[in-house]
């Protein structure tokens, strides 16, 4: 058996050719013919039983075959009925120039683009840019008339608070540039874009802050993302999978955000941000494991608030690893780590409980992720239905009937709500999946069981790195500078150093000594 | 050449796969081979929340445990929290006899359906007949297994133990109970499981342990509803009780023990009407020994400062001459309550306050030649008692509350 589960990995390490066949249709890299009505017939033929996209043909001064292509519901209609089609169909002089310049002067359509090859043609109609073509010159334009319905920017859902920034961004990836553009105006904010997915063509965006961003990173994040081979993304948690250092950790090594302010702080910070078309989640990188456990608000209440919250986290964090492990363990194995009366008690609740601690707690634990799940996919009215259903049943019934014994629900009812209590959503999922080994390693090996397993996630988190920037620091290794913002929310005045993640570009970020003292205003100095 | 090294690099690679799986697979079983069978369900504990150790007539063992009976606070599964009923109790007494601890206990768990689990046992109580014939034997038992903690607290009972754990006191849980917290007010002596072991291996071979007895039910009070207290201090040479001190004397003890907490001394100065009351709040005491010529003496340096609780003197103490007089008499008082216990500790020759050790620490080879003779030496030795007292506070009120102002004396 042994020697099979050996073969088994072996045949795993053979590379497998790539065997998988891109979208061809979209590949030709041929020019326009010349011929009017040969172009007409390729795209008739690509557009072939599509029913959405549109082809209008018309005249140009009377006697030049000219179309439009487009695909309805992606262009503005208005106005291109307006400022093409009434403009061109109205001019009755033929003009003098050469047709592409005078088309270049004579529409009133602000971006305009010369397309040469049916590539090109493809890529301006699937973003919706109506494609203009003409018979004589091989040669064509895209009009930059798109235009498709979207979300209104809104508060963003799973990243709420009570300060700050109310926006948040939307599915559509202009929108969310600009509204990083709009936060941080300097030139220095660089977007690069490219196109991922052979079907889905997804607009992915990188954008850094030249001068802050080491550039290898920039270099090393585009490399894995031109990497992707796939047929589509449709969500920035593809790309995450995709250009993660280690893909079997359970801990995310990628942040994603849905906040402009988030994205733009991390951007001040030397980091990269990458925007993907379709999602309103942007992926911040490189991270670690502290930036899971910040939340925007720490940085926009007083910092005495924000260290006492950053701490509360901590202890809420290990809570919701070790609580029931913890508890388990002590039930089973070390009952007398426990003071007399505390015992008594949890004994006094325990008799009439049919179950091992252990399995009690498995079963609560699952119960509840069952519940949370259930709440999260149901819509809004069922969910408190749900939520109500759950609270009778776990809290008070299945203790009334001692199934359950009282401790047990109180310890996964702070377990849960610990759990919640990471800002980012993701990161308090890694923890909550990582807390049912631990139950059973306290289930089976007590107190040293816990102890192993806490040493286990312990090594591996200072195993990860994430860009390079390893998972822990910079706790581990050790740089006493960066600590303002780990241990402490140093208050703004004193934030003067930037994080030092891959390079050390640009260290400072205020000038120093700008503690506010009374009359500071009003002296010279 | 090249080939050929690719080639070995595949077989050391499956070699490899192949103990990496070996590993995985052992490591898997580690959860099920080990910890599972050796877990024990808090359902499943006899949880001993006091013991006592008594002799039979024929020379067995008598070993009584008092186990709590978790359905008694518990809600049942039913409703409402915990019900305890008025007379139901909440522990329940089972004892056996052996030819030793060991014997009795093993005996004894075949009667209890419930692991019997030492690890919240904080009382054990040593019958007056074992106490007296040597606890030793016993002792190696309970320091010996690895449960019973060597914190909990011991102590001698005046007729048989088991009549201790009996009881059921109305305001505790359980008896065992109600002697610890009297213990933690420090009315009495608190000796734990390794204090007893460190006194009977110490120098001076002595050892005390508090003495306790039933105190009968008040009238209206179900039979059983006498509590355990702390009466006096039952003195030992070696592991043999040899004699007992009263509660009056024990006061002295925790003085030279420096263990003196929560106690009022009432006293009444001389020559004046009334009684004055005073609370100990700090207390420094220094045992100095002193060999001079051969003669064997030790000094009892005691500081001490005090608040008023009651004055029923007409005397106002905030006249630094009448304070002279109630800190005169608190410092004789003190120095007399020393100077009974000592007196009876020498006439005893039981050195229960580790004056062998102090003369060890001073002048280890003296005591070396002297060590077979020091119950004598004990027993002559001179002993000087100097109390310096002082009293500090005077609670809320100066002058004696409820006396007209010419009244108080200011003297």
């Known amino acids: 058996m042994i020697r099979n589960v050996g073969k088994l990995l072996d045949k795993r390490k053979v590379k497998k050719a790539d065997i998988r066949q891109p979208d061809q249709d979209s590949k030709p890299e041929d020019p326009l013919d010349a011929s009017f009505s040969r172009n007409v017939e390729t795209f008739r033929s690509i557009y072939d039983k599509c029913s959405d996209v549109m082809f209008r043909s018309f005249l140009l001064f009377g006697k030049t075959q000219a179309m439009i292509i487009y695909i309805e519901g992606l262009s503005d209609i208005g106005g291109m009925e307006e400022n093409v089609l009434s403009t061109l169909m109205q001019e009755k002089t033929v003009a003098s120039q050469p047709l592409h310049e005078f088309l270049e002067h004579k529409l009133p359509v602000s971006k305009m683009k010369r397309v040469k090859t049916i590539a090109e043609c493809i890529e301006s109609i699937s973003a919706g840019n109506p494609l203009l073509l003409y018979d004589g010159e091989g040669d064509g334009f895209s009009l930059g008339l798109s235009k498709w319905e979207k979300r209104a920017i809104e508060e963003p859902v799973a990243e709420g608070g009570i300060r700050g920034s109310r926006e948040g961004f939307i599915e559509s990836l202009v929108v969310n540039t600009a509204q990083l553009r709009r936060i941080i105006k300097s030139p220095a904010l660089k977007i690069q874009s490219m196109k991922l997915g052979d079907y889905t063509k997804t607009t992915v965006a990188i954008a850094y802050i030249d001068g802050l961003v080491d550039m290898s990173l920039i270099t090393e994040i585009t490399e894995r993302l031109q990497r992707i081979k796939m047929d589509g993304i449709l969500e920035s948690g593809y790309i995450e999978e995709m250009i993660e250092d280690n893909p079997y950790s359970p801990f995310p090594q990628i942040m994603s955000t849905e906040r402009p302010d988030v994205a733009s702080s991390s951007l001040l910070e030397g980091r990269a941000i990458i925007l993907v078309e379709g999602t309103p989640f942007t992926l911040i990188a490189p991270i670690s494991f502290f930036s899971l456990l910040q939340s925007q608000e720490d940085y926009y209440q007083r910092y005495m608030v924000g260290t006492v919250i950053r701490w509360l986290r901590y202890v809420f964090m290990v809570l919701s690893l070790l609580l029931p492990s913890l508890y388990v363990a002590i039930l089973t194995f070390h009952a007398e780590a426990v003071p007399t009366a505390l015992l008594l008690s949890m004994a006094a609740s325990r008799e009439a409980v049919p179950f091992p601690a252990i399995v009690e707690a498995l079963i609560m634990e699952i119960t509840f992720e069952a519940l949370r799940e259930a709440g999260v996919r149901l819509p809004k009215q069922i969910g408190s239905a749900v939520s109500i259903v759950g609270a009778l049943v776990i809290g008070q019934a299945s203790v009334q009937a001692g199934l359950v014994s009282a401790p047990m629900v109180i310890v996964v009812a702070i377990t849960g709500i610990s759990s919640f209590m990471m800002p980012r959503y993701i990161a308090g999922i890694a923890i909550r999946m990582l807390r049912f080994p631990m139950m059973l390693l306290a289930g089976t090996l007590g107190l040293l069981g816990v102890m192993m397993g806490v040493i286990a996630i312990a090594i591996h988190l200072c195993n990860l790195r994430s860009f390079g920037v390893p998972y822990l620091s910079p706790l581990a290794p050790m740089k006493s500078r960066e600590l303002k913002d780990v241990l402490w929310r140093a208050p703004w005045w004193m934030m003067d150093s930037r994080p030092r993640l891959t390079g050390e570009a640009n260290l400072y970020r205020e000038s120093p000594e700008q503690g506010p003292k009374p009359n500071r205003g009003s002296e010279e100095q | ?411």
């Open chain 2, 1 to 411: 050449m090249i080939k050929e090294r690719g080639r070995v690099t595949v077989r050391e690679k499956v070699n490899r796969h192949k103990s990496i799986s070996i590993i995985l697979l052992l490591l898997l079983t580690i959860p099920f081979m080990s910890g599972c069978w050796d877990r024990v369900e808090i359902n499943d504990l006899a949880i001993v929340t006091a013991a006592s150790i008594d002799k039979k007539d024929d020379g067995s063992i008598e070993l009584s445990i008092q186990v709590f009976i978790p359905k008694s606070i518990s809600s049942g599964g039913g409703e409402g929290g915990p019900s305890q009923g008025a007379g139901g109790a909440t522990t329940l007494v089972k004892s056996d006899v052996g030819s030793n601890l060991s014997e009795a206990l093993s005996k004894l768990q075949g009667k209890v359906p419930r692991k019997v689990f030492w690890g919240h046992c904080k009382v054990f109580v040593f019958g007056e007949g074992l106490a007296k014939e040597g606890i030793q034997e016993q002792l190696d038992f309970l320091l010996r297994h690895p449960q019973p903690r060597e914190r909990a607290n011991v102590y001698v009972s005046k007729g048989k133990g088991k009549a201790i754990l009996e009881s059921l006191p109305p305001l505790e849980n359980y008896s065992g109970e109600v002697i610890k917290e009297l213990s933690d007010l420090h009315l009495g002596l608190r000796v734990t499981l390794h204090n007893l072991d460190e006194m009977l291996t110490g120098n001076s071979q002595a050892v005390a342990l508090p003495f306790i007895k039933i105190l009968p039910p008040a009238k209206g009070e179900a039979k059983l509803q006498g509590i355990p207290y702390i009466f006096g201090t039952a003195l030992f040479e070696r592991d043999k009780m040899t004699g007992t001190m009263t509660e009056k004397e024990t006061r002295g003890l925790l003085w030279l023990k420096d263990d003196m907490e929560s106690y009022t001394v009432t006293l009444k100065p001389e020559g004046i009407e009334g009684l004055i009351s005073i609370n100990p709040i700090s207390s420094r005491v220094r045992i100095i020994p002193y060999i001079v010529n051969g003669n064997w003496r030790v000094s009892v340096k005691v500081d001490t400062e005090g608040t008023v609780i009651q004055n029923g003197t007409k005397l106002n103490l905030t006249v630094p001459k009448s304070l002279k007089i109630a800190e005169r008499t608190y410092q004789k008082d003190v120095e007399k309550r020393i100077r009974l216990t000592l007196l009876h500790l020498q006439g005893n020759g039981d050195d229960v306050i580790g004056l062998a050790k102090e003369f060890y620490r001073k002048y280890p080879k003296q005591f070396s030649e002297a060590e077979n003779d020091w119950e004598r030496i004990f027993e002559e030795m001179e002993v000087e008692v100097d109390v310096t007292s002082h009293i500090r506070r005077q609670g809320y009120i100066n002058k004696p509350a409820g006396l007209p102002e010419k009244e108080v004396k200011d003297r």
